[in-house]
């Protein structure tokens, strides 16, 4: 077999430090939590370093040492990751920030950061032999499965709110996944799905649900130490629902300062949610481990109603560790703002990317950050499955 020469050695609980097996079908840990990847480190960094990389493709599979698949014949690929790092041209100036950065996640296959997490989960779900993917999602990550399923040659079902916006229908069916929608929130669909992981044999990549998704996602925090020719930036705003991204950069980090990458000066991590939805900053506010379930969840970021979530104790933990902050903004702020990227950087952001120059603004103007700090914004998703949501905002507004 064509091996990956990956270091992963281990699944381990960040919670209780329980290990398991890494040859063995994993969901949570028996304390609950999600579950991690570990690698040999030591091994890892004589076979990859920082010279090393500059040759390969610009794709999430240059870092295949520190990513959990063995054969390479089970990478399940459509190119993501290596997105760009563009400097903001006009809204960093006038904001007075000379380093403003936007890490641009629409260009992904199927239009979002989803596809790194689920080019991972669909890569060693094949690896260890599962045929039936299941999913509950509020959107993009459906599209991700359905394509990498399909990549795959795996089966794939989708669980998504009624109210999702039609092109998630359309592009998952073309897919050619099955698709149920469920009155409610992703809560329900995520109760629906654990359902059907019970009684008819399907496995869940669920959000943090099994220990892969995270590690497609943690791509970005290499990404971003190469982009700044490893000095990391001084904060990273990141649109926050199930919170993988957030988790899985901290974890890259922390990969990244064992391997001797980079030192131990770290990003403020901070997360963005939306008023209607915000359990992160809620739980940030009153000190609290674990962030409670947020009742009647709504937003138009549909990736951000997200009412609980698993991970939250590792979300509130980084953004914590960091010196960073967990911030809540309206609806109507976070739509003008994703109008003003696509208006002054040429950038059709998804409402969840509009909501980290909120957050940016809120943040300059109460002094958090300093004009002159290099702040980069995650621009997750991209608006063209947003369409009919963003102009019938638009039309109602503009009036
Ligand atoms: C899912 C999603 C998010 C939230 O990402 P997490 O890593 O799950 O917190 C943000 N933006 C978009 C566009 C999404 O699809
Ligand atoms: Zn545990």
């Known amino acids: 077999m064509p091996t990956t020469n990956t270091t992963a050695k281990d699944i381990f609980c960040p919670r209780c430090a329980k290990h398991y097996d890494i040859t063995a079908v994993l969901t949570l840990c028996e304390c609950g939590a999600p579950l991690l990847v570990d690698y040999d480190y030591e091994k890892a960094s004589s076979v990859i370093d920082r010279e090393k990389l500059k040759g390969r493709t610009a794709n ?43 890490k641009d996640e629409t260009t992904n296959p199927t239009g979002s950061f989803k596809a790194r997490g689920l080019a991972m989960a669909v890569s060693r779900a094949r690896e260890l032999g599962l045929k039936k993917l299941i999913i509950p999602t509020a959107g993009n990550a459906g599209s991700a499965l359905a394509a990498y399923a399909a990549r795959a040659g795996l089966e794939c079902k989708i669980i998504m709110p009624r109210d999702v916006p039609g092109p998630f229908l359309v592009d998952a069916k073309y897919h050619g996944a099955q698709i149920e929608l469920v ?9 629906r799905a654990t359902d059907l992981v019970k009684n008819e044999g399907w ?3 669920a959000t943090l649900k099994e220990p892969y998704r995270i590690e497609g996602k943690k791509t970005m925090g290499y990404e971003l130490a190469e982009d700044f020719n490893f000095e990391l930036p001084d904060v990273i705003i990141y649109p ?5 991204g957030l988790i899985g950069m901290w974890k890259a980090f922390d990969e990244m300062e064992r ?44 990736g951000l109603r997200v009412p609980g979530a ?18 809540a903004v309206s609806d109507n702020d976070l739509m003008m703002d994703t109008k003003e990227l696509s208006a002054k ?29 290099r702040v980069v914004l995650f621009i997750t998703g991209s608006g063209y499955k947003y369409l009919d949501v963003m102009q019938e905002w638009d039309e109602e507004h503009s009036a």
């Open 60 to 102: 999430m599979w240059r870092y295949l040492e520190v990513l959990p698949v063995f054969d390479c014949d089970n990478v399940a690929t459509l190119g993501e990751g290596g997105t760009q790092l563009l400097v903001s041209k006009t809204i960093g100036p006038e904001l007075g920030m000379p380093d403003l950065f936007l």
């Open 183 to 191: 009155d409610g929130t992703i809560k329900d669909c995520g109760e």
């Open 203 to 205: 496995f869940s990549a």
């Open 240 to 244: 926050t629902g199930g919170g993988t």
């Open 259 to 302: 391997m001797g990458w980079i030192g131990s000066f770290r990003p403020k991590m901070v997360s963005v949610q939306a008023e209607g939805c915000a359990p992160i900053p809620r739980a940030y506010e009153e000190g609290l481990d674990y962030a409670p379930v947020w009742e009647d969840p709504h937003t138009l970021a549909a």
């Open 310 to 327: 698993v991970g939250d104790f590792l979300m509130l933990e980084a953004v914590r560790k960091s010196g960073g902050t967990a911030v």
């Open 345 to 373: 950087e040429g950038i059709f952001s998804s409402p969840e990317g509009g909501a980290t120059l909120t957050c940016l603004k809120m943040l300059l103007n109460d002094g958090f950050v300093k004009p002159d700090e």
